[in-house]
């Protein structure tokens, strides 16, 4: 079965960084997009980034562009996201989603990510 697991998330100070990872496993990983989407505490989901299934081609949120990087590892079968100078405002629970397009068809269960000093 399809499993996505998120890890790395943690509290850290403003203008800090943390790395994401997205175990997966149970599909041919490195034949599908995949995306970060996050969710702040009582606002609906944000979608952070994406990147094509080569690792070559990636797309970011403006809220995000510049201070965030995904990249991918399909020999290992796992997703990142670099987080750079982290602002309060990116508070929230972050997930791993499989694209089959037109559908995001599989979640992770999330990695909270908390900015506060």
């Known amino acids: 079965q399809v499993q996505l697991v998120e890890s790395g998330g943690g509290l850290v100070q403003p203008g800090g960084s943390l790395r994401l990872s997205c175990a997966t496993s149970g599909f041919t990983f490195g034949s599908y997009w995949m995306n970060w989407v996050r969710q702040a505490p009582g606002k609906r989901l944000e979608w952070v980034s994406h990147?094509?299934?080569?690792?070559?081609?990636?797309y970011y949120a403006d809220s995000v562009r510049g201070r965030f990087t995904i990249s991918r590892d399909n020999a290992k079968n796992m997703l990142y996201l670099q987080i750079n100078s982290l602002q309060p405002e990116d508070t929230a629970v972050y997930y791993c989603?499989?694209?089959?397009?037109?559908?995001?068809?599989?979640w992770g269960q999330g990695t909270q990510v908390t900015v506060s000093s």
């Open positions: 989603v499989k694209l089959n397009w037109p559908h995001y068809d599989y």
């Open positions: 990147i094509n299934s080569g690792g070559t081609t990636t």
